[in-house]
């Protein structure tokens, strides 16, 4: 039998969230045999907001968009609000039930055989090949294939059995509760408005978040603390929203890798992708762009790997993404440490926040995600707020 009919799939893409499903349709459409595999069962816990560019880069149909958001408000611990709009564009909002679901339909709609179960384990028969082993219809199945791409989220199990130094991801631990928005809305309350809380008693080391989804609204919260009580703080940015007594349709968290893995491949035939990768953008949690990016990254080096039988591609995945997104995750790891560590530091990260040069700058990065080269003195001047506010030159 020749190796080409011995293989039961050219790749196997584990975990159907944003980065396995752009990575199998991908492959896809590209004419490589792809098995996506994914459990099904449970709604990933998500804020859901994503930005243009994700809409534009990987084709999403307008009608995924619950809410556009038009303008975000940062609140400060002494409850300072800085309001900012989001001038000629907006935040898409999306429900990760539809959108994962829509995704994994469009690769299959590409070929793609999608299976509904768990990934147990990898071994590898004697002529070198990976047989990829999980449950589906309560039987125990497996298939052999010429890669694997992991992308079973942050507490990965292809990461773990095959990446070396996989477990030394860091973690924030998300919490959010999906409320039913009130008929009245609540005084304040704005359906095209993400609200931001920077307040250490509702984080000691993240953000408190109010993301408002056309029907409902997800209001959440995060902490590498496990001894922080991220209900409590949930209840609290409620009642500040005038949400307390409204309708919760679910609770629900997860945690947030903090840290590009590593490695994210193992020198074979498995390379990993989204959360798996440990890639969620430090101090924004934004996770669902970078998600895609890695899957579609991932897919080009296994399309590579499957052409030219060089395992080397699969190093390409990492090297591409560190040096597109690396120094930005780099500063928002920084930012994050220095500005989020105290309620003093917080107040004045808010009030940096009303300036409009830095509002232009955090908007560019974070809508587009680039960061506009085209006016230096513009970076000079908010290089030299941020100084001040950092010394404290500045007032508050
Ligand atoms: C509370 C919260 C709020 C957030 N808000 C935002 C936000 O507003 N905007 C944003 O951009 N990011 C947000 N994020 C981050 C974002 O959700 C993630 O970064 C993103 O979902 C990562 O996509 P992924 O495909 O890598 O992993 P996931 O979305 O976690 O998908 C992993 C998939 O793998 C499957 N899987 C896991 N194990 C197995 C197994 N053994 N066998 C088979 N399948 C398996 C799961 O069922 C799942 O479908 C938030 C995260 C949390 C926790």
Not at 166 to 185: K, M, S
Request: charged share 25%; net charge positive.
């Amino acid at each position: 039998m020749s190796a080409a009919a011995a293989v039961d799939f050219d790749a196997v893409v584990i975990g159907g969230g944003p980065a396995g499903a752009t990575a199998a349709d991908d492959l896809a459409r590209l004419g490589h045999r792809v098995l996506l595999l994914d459990r099904a069962g449970r709604i990933k816990p998500c804020g859901g907001a994503i930005p243009p560019r994700l809409i534009q880069d990987f084709a999403i149909p307008e009608h995924l968009l619950v809410a556009r958001a038009t303008a975000a408000r940062m609140v400060s611990p002494k409850a300072v609000e800085v309001d900012i709009p989001i001038e000629g564009g907006f935040v898409g909002m999306v429900d990760r039930q539809q959108f994962d679901e829509w995704l994994r339909e469009r690769a299959a709609s590409h070929g793609a055989v999608r299976c509904v179960g768990s990934f147990e384990r990898m071994t590898r028969d004697d002529d070198g090949l990976s047989v990829v082993h999980f449950s589906a219809d309560g039987g125990a199945r497996s298939v052999r294939t010429r890669a694997v791409i992991g992308a079973d989220g942050a507490r990965s199990q292809v990461a773990q059995q095959a990446v070396p130094a996989a477990d030394r991801g860091r973690f924030v631990f998300a919490y959010h509760e999906v409320i039913a928005v009130p008929d009245a809305l609540p005084p304040g309350y704005a359906p095209g408005r993400c609200e931001v809380h920077y307040n250490g008693t509702l984080s000691p080391d993240f953000y408190g978040w109010v993301f408002p989804h056309g029907a409902s609204v997800s209001v959440g919260t995060g902490s590498a603390d496990k001894g922080f009580s991220l209900r409590r703080g949930v209840m609290q940015l409620r009642a500040a929203a005038g949400l307390a007594h409204a309708r919760t349709l679910r609770r629900e968290g997860a945690p947030i890798p903090m840290k590009p893995l590593p490695r994210w491949d193992n020198g074979r035939d498995v390379v990993l992708a989204g959360d798996a990768a440990g890639v969620v953008a430090p101090a924004s949690g934004e996770g669902i762009y970078y998600a895609m990016l890695g899957g579609r990254l991932a897919a080009e080096a296994v399309a590579q790997l499957l052409t030219t039988g060089d395992a080397r591609a699969l190093a390409t995945a990492r090297r591409r993404f560190m040096r597109e997104h690396g120094r930005v995750f780099w500063v928002l790891g920084l930012m994050q440490r220095f500005w989020y560590s105290s309620d003093k530091r917080r107040e004045r990260f808010v009030s940096i926040c009303r300036d409009k040069d830095v509002q232009q700058l955090t908007f560019d990065a974070y809508m587009h995600k680039r960061l506009v080269r085209a006016r230096p003195l513009a970076h000079m001047r908010i290089f030299f707020k941020d100084m001040a506010h950092l010394l404290g030159l500045a007032r508050v």
